[in-house]
């Protein structure tokens, strides 16, 4: 069958509404055309989970540890390593041959540790 992906939904707010985020690195997120370098479309950082309070219909899951690549479309933030964060207005979607990857995309990510 064809176009059934298009009927996954994933609500990012949901998923991230009851773990916490600790930001561990950032880099520049650009679009990269044969091998060279291309534009830059924003940041892109990488984060952890550090609690996953989620309650799952399977006993036993927890994403503690995980990490999360968050793709925004602003210049890099200051922040101290493990900082928490939220997202503001995420969105992604699930991809891989066994819908085990994310694809994160947000507005802004907020720094909650100064």
């Known amino acids: 069958m064809k176009g059934l992906r298009e009927h996954l939904e994933f609500r990012a ?3 991230f509404e ?6 561990i690195a950032s880099e520049a997120w650009t679009d990269y055309e044969e091998g060279q370098a291309g534009k830059s479309l924003g940041t892109k950082y990488k984060c952890v989970i ?4 989620t309650v799952y219909k399977k006993a036993g899951t927890n994403n503690e540890g995980e990490q999360v690549d968050v793709k925004v479309e602003k210049p890099a933030k200051v922040f101290k390593k493990f900082a928490r964060v939220t997202l503001v207005n995420p969105i992604a979607s699930v991809y891989g041959d066994y819908q085990n990857q994310l ?3 947000a507005d802004d990510i907020e720094v909650l540790d100064k």
């Open 50 to 53: 550090s609690d996953d309070n």
């Open 18 to 23: 009851k773990k916490e985020l600790r930001v």
């Open 103 to 105: 694809s994160v995309k």
């Open 13 to 15: 707010k949901d998923f």
